[in-house]
T-cell receptor, first 110, second 117 residues
């Protein structure tokens, strides 16, 4: 089955700096890669996603890149703000089944 | 509100109790999921239902029994649970595009925080 590894497990940045979270996956059949943000005590919510036929996608301060050959994808957050503090999960999806990484706790210090 | 509601929000039960978790989605989706979230394993897939048919049972113990009477409702029946089953149980829904196509994004409910004493 699919195996997703996510790094780092915790990340602390100063407000205004950039944050990068990386995930690797094992199953080359995975073709959809979403990222979810979960604030403390709240439900996970999708923030950006990318399909296997695309190399990069951007939405304002958030971007995701995908390297199919190397089987890794990354989340990039620029100009971080305190409200970006949360747990971020990556996932790799194949045939209707998502396998999640273990999450990254991002703390943005004002 | 994402359109996925779960009840109850909190549940405390003894190991001999029987209880049920309920999930309802108002998004017109055709797939529903149960996930377990704990400190040990942040987001662990338990069950998947596509068009009311169970398509995935991720080696979940039989003390957890799912039920999907229609595409809008999903239940998780609990009996003789163990303290290690204490966790946040999240329901999610999505619109699966069809055979061979990847699922669309998941919409999660707020979860049921379960404590087994």
């Amino acid at each position: 089955g699919e195996n997703v590894e996510q790094h780092p497990s915790t990340l602390s940045v100063q407000e205004g700096d950039s944050a990068v979270i990386k995930c690797t996956y094992s199953d080359s059949a995975s073709n959809y890669f979403p990222w979810y943000k979960q604030e403390l005590g709240k439900r996970p919510q999708l923030i950006i996603d990318i399909r296997s036929n695309v190399g990069e996608k951007k939405d304002q301060r958030i971007a995701v890149t995908l390297n199919k050959t190397a089987k890794h994808f990354s989340l990039h957050i620029t100009e971080t703000q305190p409200e970006d503090s949360a747990v971020y999960f990556c996932a790799a999806t194949d045939a209707g089944k998502s396998t999640f990484g273990d999450g990254t706790t991002l703390t943005v210090k004002p | 509100e994402t359109g996925v509601t779960q009840t109850p929000r909190h549940l405390v039960m003894g190991m001999t109790n029987k209880k049920s978790l309920k999930c309802e989605q108002h998004l017109g989706h055709n797939a529903m999921y149960w996930y377990k979230q704990s400190a040990k394993k942040p987001l662990e897939l338990m069950f998947v239902y596509n068009f009311k048919e169970q398509t995935e049972n991720n080696s979940v113990p039989s003390r957890f029994s799912p039920e999907c009477p229609n595409s809008s409702h999903l239940f998780l029946h609990l009996h003789t649970l163990q303290p290690e089953d204490s966790a946040l149980y999240l329901c999610a829904s999505s619109q699966v595009l069809g055979q061979g196509r990847a699922e669309e994004k998941l919409f999660f409910g707020s979860g049921t925080q379960l404590s087994v004493l």
